[in-house]
């Protein structure tokens, strides 16, 4: 299985040693909060794991799900939202078991810890967000000067 990234390339291995089953971990988590409205809680979380259950790269599902913010809340659950997601015609491709859980503390879970978290990424490159920055302050300065400058003076 290939990760492309706009600056890089990862390669996970297949079998082996590499990912060798999915739990999908059917769980709702707590709502975030943050300045503005609350962001929804996760619906659901994909461990890719090896042969011994240990975690080799996450999928937090929300991310694979465009329509997710429009969606009343946990909707659609297990096989359906992997269907809806494409993360299940991605396992069946890759040959990759899965399992359905309901409950964190299932023994097939691995405990929590940091590995790749596979998700789209950013809509837009970075170009585009530092082309916006400059553009907004060069708005900024124009508007500035014209406001603040005196009429009738010349330079």
Not at 77 to 89: F, I
Request: charged fraction near 20%; charge should be positive.
């Amino acid at each position: 299985m290939v990760l492309r990234t706009r600056k890089r390339t990862v390669r996970y291995e297949i079998g082996g040693c590499g990912i060798t089953r999915a739990v999908f971990i059917d769980v709702a988590g707590a709502n975030q909060a943050r300045m503005g409205p609350l962001v929804t809680g996760s619906w659901g979380e994909l461990q890719l794991q090896n042969h011994e259950g240990c975690l080799v790269a996450r999928i937090e599902v929300r991310n694979w799900l465009p329509e997710a913010p429009l969606l009343p809340r946990r909707w659609i659950h297990g096989e359906q939202l992997l269907g809806r997601s494409g993360v299940a015609s991605l396992l069946e491709t890759a040959g990759i078991p899965l399992r359905v859980v309901r409950d964190r503390d299932d023994p097939l879970v691995a405990p929590a810890g940091f590995r790749r978290s596979l998700d789209p990424g950013t809509a837009f490159p970075a170009w585009y967000w530092a082309t916006r920055l400059l553009a907004g302050s060069l708005w900024f300065v124009a508007f500035t000067v014209f406001v603040f400058s005196e009429p009738g003076s010349t330079a």
